[in-house]
């Protein structure tokens, strides 16, 4: 099939073999065809595009060029609506398969990717979910060199700059824990300056720091963060030692923490923005069918909780 630029789409897989791979070599053996065929359709196609796709380095592999990254995600995106144009003209359309790779954020995972693989198993059997669990910035990142299809991420870190696409799908309000014997846990609700003396538990992730530490000097005080953790249930386990206190966002369906010990949830009248949970894909990027049926899933899931 020949292009109305005279490229074929199998000079773009080839090439994109030979750009997720690095290599010639590598990407004739996945292939399963001579070097010199993968060799010679790059040429042509750089020929046909009238650009460099790669830097060819001696002994070091391939490095694509600014114009050959663009072309690896177009080419993504083009072979995957041709896989889906050949389906239909099959006459199996109808039946969702193959791989959707998903980026979340680490603290989202728990929450949404169970509910997420439960109902893709039962309604598409046929799709496998890949998932790359990550931070703002490293999700970015996956989306711009389209190792996800698309990102489920809160709106932190996210800018006009990044060329993304993003739609809001829950809202997450910051709450309080603070351990289940302390004075306060019985109250139910609570402002952050009535804990401005006690020390913060910090989840220390990118952009969420920032976000925590605005919560507390809205109210006045400057937080006295005294532990970090990067894991979310680490922090919830300190607060339930009595080590302080913590603001966050998701909800586990338990007090219960891993270390045994309980916190108690307290709302926050003083509680600024809240958290927006948002997908993110490249913009103008054409999503694969398939692709699609996960999102709207991840729509669903999120509609379920009733927090939009």
Avoid: W
Avoid at 13 to 30: D, H, I, K, N, V
Avoid at 68 to 89: C, I, K, P
Avoid at 237 to 242: E, F, I, M
């Amino acid at each position: 099939m020949t292009s109305p630029s005279g490229f074929t789409l199998v000079q773009l897989r080839y090439f994109l073999a030979a750009a997720e791979r690095g290599s010639m070599t590598e990407a004739s053996l996945e292939l399963h065809i001579a070097q010199s065929a993968v060799s010679a359709a790059v040429h042509s196609l750089e020929r046909d595009l009238q650009v460099q796709l790669f830097i060819r380095r001696r002994g070091r592999g391939l490095t694509l060029t600014p114009a050959g990254e663009r072309l690896r995600q177009q080419a993504r995106d083009l072979l995957a609506r041709a896989r889906e144009v050949e389906q239909e003209a099959r006459g199996d359309g109808g039946t969702l398969s193959g791989p959707v790779t998903v980026g979340c954020f680490v603290t989202l995972a728990p929450y949404y990717l169970p509910p997420l693989f439960s109902e893709c198993t039962a309604r598409f059997p046929d799709v496998e979910i890949g998932v790359v669990e990550a931070e703002t910035d490293q999700l970015v990142q996956a989306l711009t060199a389209g190792r996800v299809d698309f990102a489920l991420t809160y709106g932190l870190g996210l800018t006009a700059e990044q060329n993304l696409h993003t739609e809001t799908i829950a809202i997450a309000p910051a709450y309080v824990i603070v351990a289940a014997g302390h004075p306060l846990a019985a109250r139910g609700s609570v402002e952050l300056s009535e804990l401005s003396a006690e020390p913060l538990v910090l989840l220390d992730l990118p952009h969420s720091r920032d976000y925590f530490h605005s919560l507390v000097a809205a109210t006045g005080t400057a937080p006295d963060v005294r532990y970090r953790t990067q894991s979310y249930e680490t922090v919830r386990s300190l607060v339930a030692r009595g080590l302080g206190y913590s603001v966050l966002n998701q909800r586990p369906a338990t007090g219960q923490t891993y270390g045994g010990g309980e916190v108690a949830e307290l709302e926050l009248r003083d509680g600024g923005p809240p958290l927006e949970v948002k997908i993110a894909s490249v913009g103008g990027m054409t999503h694969t069918a398939r692709a699609r049926a996960v999102m709207d899933l991840l729509r669903e899931t999120a509609a379920g909780t009733g927090t939009v």
